[in-house]
């Protein structure tokens, strides 16, 4: 009963935002009183595209300290596109990352691997620091996830996950604070939508056979810091948390996200991510993730 309402309700407000964004009335002429149509100002809308390769390679032979061959490589791909009118503000933020790596004679096997797609319109308050929030956001992954990697002599891999296995679809609708400008807050009522499309993985992630989806209601928090370092470092982290409103608080999802970027020139960077993330439908202890790249780095445009 609980998943049915906030379902409802976020859907009557999607709509109802999709209502107020399409149907905004123009500015009337100030000499006639009526509506003058004409298209949105470009400058209502701000893009940025960057893209950066990164990889390592080393060969060994007859090195007296020993030495095991290995190649890697990384992409990542981020597009952020703002839209701003009045109070009123969307943004779409995609985030995407793939990288393989391979270890003497072995099979490549994948190093990171994210897709990542947030969605957020908003309406600020007369106090223009507090909003009105609705998010939808998705994250999946590209390509084969397995347990053991690199398998014992004779073992075979354990697959863990694919594309679309799992996949989370999540939506919030609450409000937004932000003091300053590098600062925020955000929390609401919220609904996770959990995608498993190969059954093999189901008992995984649903501890049930055969099951490909899972609707939960919840709530959700968001507190997220970004900061220039220095003139060319930038430092951008959050942590996230769902919680569902049937299950203990123990159960409580968490995100921590932490990724400073530096830029040596137009065309290299480093980058270093440390995530932490806790779900108990997956696994009851803490996963972590570190990576450290530096390579090819480039902006289409925006900064």
Excluded: C
Excluded at 272 to 297: C, H, M
Aim: net charge negative.
């Amino acid at each position: 009963m609980i998943e049915k309402t906030i379902t409802l309700t976020l859907v009557a407000v999607l709509v109802t935002a999709i209502s107020v964004f399409a149907q905004t009335e123009p500015a009337p002429n100030p000499d006639t009183g009526e509506p003058v149509l004409e298209e949105a100002e470009s400058s209502n809308w701000s893009h940025s595209l960057r893209t950066s390769l990164t990889g390592t390679q080393a060969t060994y032979r007859n090195w007296s300290q020993g030495g095991t061959d290995n190649l890697s490589i990384l992409g990542t791909t981020a597009y952020v596109s703002e839209y701003t009118r009045d109070k009123y503000a969307y943004k779409l933020d995609v985030n995407l990352r793939y990288g393989q790596t391979r270890i003497g004679d072995g099979d490549f096997i994948k190093s990171d691997d994210r897709i990542r797609i947030r969605n957020q319109a908003s309406r600020k308050f007369r106090d223009e620091r507090l909003s009105a929030i609705f998010n939808v956001n998705f994250e999946s992954q590209f390509d084969k996830g397995y347990e053991n990697p690199i398998p014992e002599e004779g073992e075979e891999r354990i697959l863990i996950s694919r594309f679309m296995a799992p996949a989370y679809i999540t939506e919030v609708l609450g409000l937004g604070y932000r003091p300053v400008e590098n600062l925020r807050f955000e929390g609401g009522i919220a609904m996770k939508q959990t995608i498993v499309a190969d059954t093999s993985l189901s008992f995984r992630y649903f501890q049930e056979h055969d099951k490909t989806f899972r609707n939960e209601a919840g709530l959700s928090f968001l507190i997220g810091y970004e900061r220039r370092i220095m003139e060319d470092i930038h430092y951008a982290g959050y942590v996230e948390t769902f919680t569902n409103v049937n299950r203990a608080l123990s159960n409580t999802d968490v995100l921590f996200v932490n990724e400073i970027t530096g830029r040596i020139n137009r065309y290299i960077s480093a980058n270093v991510e440390f995530v932490l993330a806790y779900d108990s439908d997956v696994d009851p202890d803490w996963q972590v993730k570190q990576i450290i790249s530096v390579g090819f780095s480039y902006s289409f445009f925006g900064e």
